[in-house]
């Protein structure tokens, strides 16, 4: 499965978008059948009016809750049951680069008439995944709306006349882990003003996008060390033994899905990051 990364105008003359390989699918009709491999996508699917429509999701799948606890289960992000995903029998399957395996996307072509692929990698590129999610599922209007409180959001976050700062953002212990800048994670950041290290930049797919680092070396050239809630969830001990360990630089726990999840939060993740860089900002009180 080849992928590539770019723009696409076909929104521009009413047509469906392509996906991130290319793929130009062609309008879902009246008996869709969805499962989505994405939590942020199964939020933003039913944010778009399509919950009807969703037969599968993850484990991982959990927001809005009333929600998706009435959509039957098929596994994890990586390893799901590929059995009960076929018996669900799905006209579309939402995937993405970054949150799947390819080997086990590609066997979804032999039964799914439409496989879906997603790989946004900063906040703007939120614009068209709402443009090919709205007019596959005809959910233009619904997308347009999310499309509105993007703009407001990135316009907010760009306003912020705060210095930059280097952030070492820890995605997992043991070892330590971190993002590659070309990440959704590493590029929402670096339009927050923080720029994460290393300096490093990963490639369209693989682990180098999400480095094992040394975490004294790492920490030696951080202002601050973000520990987010997830996909390891940081707690109040683990802020305590950074803090101790590495005095020289603030150490803060932060909200991992208003950073992480693209979709239909990403307006709100961005509100988020403005609203928390002003608060760091603001002096201590005595």
Known sequence: MDFFIGTDDAALNGAIPADARGVHHPPAGPGARIVSLVPSITELLIDLGLTP?????TGFCIHPREAVRRIPKVGGTKGFDLAKLRALAPTHVI???DENRVEE?????????????THPNA????????????????????AAALTAQLEGALADLAGLALPRERVLYLIWRDPWLTVARNTYIGATLAAAGWDTVP??????????????????????????????????????AEQDELQQRFPQVAVTRIDG??????????????TYLAQLRRALALPARA
Request: aromatic share 8%; glycine share 10%; with cysteine.
């Open 123 to 142: 906040p703007g590129d939120n614009r068209s995944l709402y443009a090919l999610l709205g007019a596959l599922f005809d959910r233009r209007p619904q």
């Open 199 to 236: 300096a490093c930049q990963g490639g369209a797919t693989g682990a180098d996008r999400y480095p094992a680092v040394d975490l004294a070396a790492a920490a030696a050239q951080a202002e601050r060390i973000l520990l987010p809630s997830e996909p390891y969830h940081f707690g109040a």
């Open 257 to 270: 899905e208003m950073v992480s999840w693209y979709g239909s939060r990403a307006p709100r993740g961005l």
């Open 53 to 57: 429509l969703l037969v599968g999701r």
């Open 105 to 117: 996307i590609e066997a979804l072509a032999d039964f799914v008439p439409h496989v879906v692929i």
């Open 95 to 97: 995937a993405n680069m």
